[in-house]
């Protein structure tokens, strides 16, 4: 049986899925790996193509594949492991609706995906998939990138796993984008030709602003990716109504897992 060389990162969005998708390639490379794709694809048919077409019949176990997902996957993927997480619902609400500018409703669409990806994902294999809190990320983002090395079955020392968490802090995270953002404002002012691969476009207007984002294509951080929202924003952002829904909806689900 072939080596394990593909770890998929498949949440929910506003989860925290980028920085994970980030410090798990940064194990595999402080390891001495070459990890792929070194271009991050925006959308889950490209990762899903590259695992069909590379990684499954790779060959050189120098390679490691990291491919992050929005799609709930099988629990019998060949040569793979997966990595998940979750979120406070209500603070994932409000997250996504800030962050794709958009209505409850269709927040409250994507937020209730989480539902089916616990749903799913608490019958896999320990060995085989592994959960992380977002909540913890910030707090405890050592030990979480310690563990996610053990999930690897590799091993990296605590102090290397402090450089990786202070590489993909929220201060460095936040360069990286406003640096991106600063190259390609720099790029249509002077009229330089963009590449689509670093641009997502949400309108048809070229500018970085509300319809259009920058995308760094060696973390596949993007525009507006650091949430500048509390942990509890959502009690006083939300209405009524909406904290009602989202109270009465995942009721169950808060208690399950501990919020």
């Given amino acids: 049986m072939k080596n394990i060389n593909t770890i998929w990162i498949s949440t929910t969005p506003r989860t925290g899925s980028t920085w994970i998708f980030n410090v798990t390639r940064e194990i595999y490379r ?114 979480i990138i310690l563990n996610i090395s053990k999930f690897l079955n590799v091993s990296i020392t605590h102090s290397q796993a402090v450089e990786i968490s202070k590489k993909y802090s929220r201060d460095n995270v936040i360069k990286i984008i406003e640096n991106k953002n600063n190259e390609i404002n720099d790029k249509i002012l002077k009229k330089t030709k963009l590449d689509k691969k670093e641009i997502v476009f949400v309108s048809k207007k070229l500018s970085i602003n509300e319809e259009t984002r920058a995308f760094d294509t060696s973390t596949g951080f993007q525009t507006g990716h650091i949430s500048q929202s509390r942990s509890t924003s959502w009690s006083t952002e939300f209405s009524t109504n909406e904290k009602k829904i989202l109270n009465d909806t995942f009721k169950d689900w808060l208690l399950k897992f501990k919020y």
């Fill in 30 to 143: 402080i390891l001495g790996f070459t990890v792929e794709p070194s271009i991050v694809p925006q959308k889950d048919n490209e990762m899903f193509k590259i695992y069909r077409d590379k990684a499954i019949n790779q060959n050189n176990e120098n390679i490691k594949y990291v491919l992050k997902t929005h799609s709930i996957l099988k629990p019998d993927l060949i040569r793979s492991k997966i990595i998940t997480s979750i979120r406070d619902p209500r603070d994932l609400c409000l997250s996504y609706k800030k962050f794709m500018k958009t209505d409850f409703n269709r927040s409250f669409k994507v937020t209730k995906s989480l539902i089916d990806f616990t749903n799913t994902y608490q019958y896999f294999k320990n060995n085989y998939l592994i959960l992380i809190k977002y909540e913890n990320i910030e707090k405890e983002s050592t030990e």
